[in-house]
Every structure is written in structure tokens, then in C-alpha cells.
């Protein structure tokens, strides 16, 4: 079972709104990836958690805020977003080794709209 | 100069056509490479990961020269099912993983 899963699928909130994002994953991965996606655009990596710590922030603003509960879990929590900020949010996880050729595997996303 | 280039692209071609996609990299540290493809409004999917010694999958063919940090993959007797955008992804340092913007491809009966 190669499977990530993320809820919601979509997700309307305004800016001063506060809500989460969750991802969850049973194949025993360590390692779990937020990215940003815009439209027409590549993913870009927001957070990396190794063994259930922050390993990875490229310099995200802190109205994003990751939780990683355990090492099936992670969480991304949302305060005060910006129309900007609209986009569709991926979840990956990956064995957590860290070596040569380990592979992610990506959720379907949550598609967000900030109002 | 982006860490990760790919082709443009869009490259339209007829079924059964051959076509190669192109990928540069800036960063001589980087440890992993792979093949991604991404159906209009879904997630990334694994195509294929790839290594010095090259890897074929059925019809695709990927390639890598370090020295010359380029990534290639081939793809033959093309399907309409291929139509997708395919994404150069780059990793190092264990978990920093950057994409390349992508090349869009469509096949044409």
C-alpha cells in the first residue's frame, strides 16, 4: 500500500480564519513533506519532518504552522492566510533513510481558497 | 540560474512518436534523481527514479550524466495516456528535494 492520504480535499477560509490541514500515511515512512503547488507552477517544498522533527523549513511565514503528532501524522496549521496564499497543498512521505534514491509518494492535495 | 531546468516545452506529437525530455541541475551535492508525472489536477506520481547506469521501464528510458549534471528521459511509441507534465526532481542533503518547472507534453492521435 503505497497510499498518503490528505483531508479536507478543499477548503474555503477567510484571513482571519484559523484551520488545519492532515495528511496521514500507514506505510511505516519516517520522513513527511509539505509543498506548495500554484497553478501552472512546480511543487515547492514548505517543511521536511524526520522521525518526527522539523528538519526541513525553507523560510515558510508563520501563518503556516507544521505538527507532526506521530510518525504517521502530520498536520499543517493555518492562522491568518493571505488571498496569496491560495494554492494546492501536497503531503509526501518517504522511508526516512535520508539515502540514494528514496522515493516520495504524494497525497491527491487539499486545494485551498483564502477569501 | 533555477537549481533545476527543464525543456519548456509544450511538445505536441503524434502517437507512436519518440520524444526526449531534457533536465539540468546546478548543484554538483545533489544525491538523487527522478522522473515524475503530473495529470492536470492531481498529485506528482513516481515515473521513474534514475541512476548513472541508466533504467528502462517498458518504454521510458531515463539517463543520468553527473559530470555533465543532465538528467534525460525518452519516451517511445508514445500513447495519448502519456499527455501529462513531466517534472525533473532533484534531492540532496538527504531531504531537500527541488522540482524542475516541468515540460508539458501532448500526444495527438
Known amino acids: 500500500d503505497t497510499e498518503v492520504t490528505q483531508t479536507p480535499k478543499h477548503l474555503v477560509m477567510g484571513m482571519t480564519n484559523k484551520k488545519s490541514l492532515k495528511c496521514e500515511q500507514h506505510m511505516g515512512h519516517r520522513a513527511m513533506y509539505w509543498y506548495k503547488q500554484k497553478a501552472k507552477k512546480p511543487p515547492e517544498l514548505m517543511f521536511v519532518?524526520?522521525?518526527?522533527?522539523?528538519?526541513i523549513n525553507e523560510s515558510v511565514p508563520s501563518r503556516f504552522s507544521p505538527e507532526c503528532p506521530n510518525s504517521s501524522l502530520l498536520n499543517l496549521h493555518l492562522h491568518a492566510l493571505q488571498p496569496e496564499d491560495s494554492a494546492l497543498y501536497l503531503c509526501a512521505s518517504s522511508q526516512g533513510t535520508g539515502r540514494v534514491g528514496e522515493t516520495q509518494y504524494f497525497g491527491p492535495g487539499t486545494r485551498l481558497l483564502v477569501l | 540560474r533555477k537549481e533545476v531546468e527543464q525543456d519548456p516545452g509544450p511538445f505536441n506529437v503524434p502517437e507512436g512518436a519518440t520524444v526526449a525530455f531534457n533536465c539540468t541541475y546546478s548543484n554538483s551535492a545533489s544525491q538523487s534523481f527522478f522522473w515524475y508525472r503530473q495529470d492536470c489536477r492531481k498529485e506528482p506520481k513516481l515515473l521513474m527514479s534514475v541512476y548513472s547506469s541508466g533504467n528502462e521501464d517498458g518504454r521510458f528510458t531515463a539517463q543520468l550524466n553527473r559530470a555533465s549534471q543532465y538528467i534525460s528521459l525518452l519516451i517511445r511509441d508514445s500513447k495519448l495516456s502519456d499527455s501529462a507534465t513531466y517534472l525533473c526532481v532533484v534531492t540532496f542533503g538527504g531531504f531537500k528535494t527541488i522540482f524542475g518547472a516541468g515540460t508539458r507534453l501532448f500526444v495527438k492521435a
Open positions: 519532518y524526520s522521525y518526527e522533527k522539523l528538519s
